[in-house]
C-alpha cells in the first residue's frame, strides 16, 4: 500500500472543484435575484432565503473537509452500511415525517428540515458500485441483474410511497450505469418503448395504439419470415408473449393514469399533451416560466433587473423553477453558457470515470454523473414546457439545504476517490 498524503486537497481535480465553486456562486446569485425585495437587500440577512443558502453552502464546505479528510477506502467498506441507513431514513419518514406539499418527505428539525431522498441518491450509488466491484460480478446474468434492481428500486418505491414520484424518477438513471457495465442494451429499450407507449396511448387513445403497435410487430414478424429467411419455428411462444404484455400494458395505461395518478399528476399529463391549456390553474407556473424566460431575449434584462421576477410571477421560481430567473436576467446567453456548464461538468465525471483504477470508483463516477445529468436534463425541459412539472430540482441552483448537500456529498466523494485513485484495498 502506498504511503498515506498528509495534505487532504492532494490530488483533487481542479477543473471539477472549479465548475462546482462556479455553479454554487451563480447558483446563489440567482436565488438572491428571485427572492429579493427592497425590505430584504442585505446580503447577510438569514432570516431571508437567499440569506439561508449562503449558511448552507457555508456548511457545504465543512461537509467538503470532512468527505476529504475520511480515507477513500471506507467509502467502499461502508457502503452497504450507509444503504441501509438511507433506507431506514426514507423508511422512518412514515412514522415520524413532516407532510409538506402533499408529500411526507421531510423531518422537521425544529429550525429547519431534513429532505433524506437528497442523501439516498449517493447512498444508492455506493451500494451499486459495492455490488459491481465484486470480480464475480457478472450482469449478463439474471440473477445479478436481479440484485442491482433490487439494490436501486428498494429507495425509488419508498420515496414514491411518499409520494414523491418525481424524485423517484431519478433512479431511472442508473440503468446507463448499469449498460456501461455489461447489462444488455434491450432493458433500456424496453424501458424507452414503455414509456413511449404510455406517452402515445394517453395522446391518442387505446383502440389506435393497440392496432398500431400489433400491425409493426406483425410487419416486422413478416419482414424476418420472408425477406431474412429466418425461422421463428421455436419462438412463436415468446412471440405470443410480446403480444400479450404489450397488450396488457397498453390497456394498464387507463387505469395508472386514472387510478394511480393524483389530479395534479393528470392535470400535468394534459397540459404537455396539449389536451388542456390551463394558464391559470396547474399549467401557471409553467407558463409563466415560459413567459419570464422568454422575456429575457438574447442577452438578458441584468441582474436583479428583471421585472417579471421581481414581480413574482412564478411562484416559489427559487426552487424548482430557478432556470427562469438566469433567462430573464441573463438572456439566451446566460442560458447557453450555463447548459454548457452542465455539460462540460458531467463529460469531466465520465472522463475521469474512464481513468479509475477500480471498478468502485468508476461505476460511482458514471452513478453521479448520471445523476446530475439527469437533473439538469429534466429539470430545464420542466421549465421550459418540455416535460411535465414533477418537483427536480436544478443541482447547485434550487433553493434548499438538503439538496445543496446531497449534490456536494455526490461530488466530494468522487472527487476523493479520484485522488486516492491509487490506492489498494
Known sequence: MRAQRNNIFSGIDLTLVLLYLFLIVFGWMNIYAASYSDEHFEVFDFTTKYGKQMMWIGLSFVLIILILFIDAKLYERFASLVYIGSLISLAGLFAFGKRINGATSWYDLGATS???????????????????????????????????????FLPAILITLQPDPGSALVYTAFFFVLYREGLPIYYIAIGA?????????LAFGFNLILLSTYGMFTLFILYILFYRNISLKFHWLKISAVYALCGLFIFSVDY???????????????????????TRGVGYNTNQSVLTIKSGGFSGKGFLEGDRTQGNF?????????????????GFLGTSFLVIVFTLFVLRIIQLAERQKTTFSRVYGYGIAAVFFFHYLINIGMVIGL???????????????????????????????????????
Do not use: C, M
Open 193 to 201: 418503448f414503455a414509456i413511449a407507449l404510455f406517452i402515445l396511448t
Open 387 to 425: 416535460f411535465p412539472t414533477i418537483g427536480i430540482p436544478l443541482p447547485f441552483f434550487s433553493y434548499g439545504g438538503s439538496g445543496l448537500w446531497g449534490f456536494t456529498i455526490l461530488l466530494f466523494i468522487f472527487i476523493k476517490l479520484d485522488a486516492s485513485k491509487s490506492y489498494e484495498l
Open 256 to 278: 395508472v393514469y386514472n387510478h394511480i395518478f393524483e389530479q395534479r399528476h393528470r392535470d400535468r399529463f394534459n397540459i404537455l399533451l396539449g389536451k388542456n391549456t390551463d
Open 114 to 152: 431534513l429532505q433524506p431522498s437528497e442523501f439516498a441518491k449517493f447512498a444508492t450509488v455506493l451500494a451499486l458500485a459495492k455490488l459491481l466491484s465484486d470480480k464475480q460480478y457478472d450482469l449478463k446474468l439474471v440473477k445479478n441483474q436481479i440484485k442491482a434492481f433490487i439494490i436501486i
Open 314 to 330: 412564478v411562484p416559489e421560481q427559487q426552487t424548482d423553477y430557478i432556470f427562469s430567473t438566469i433567462g430573464e436576467e441573463w
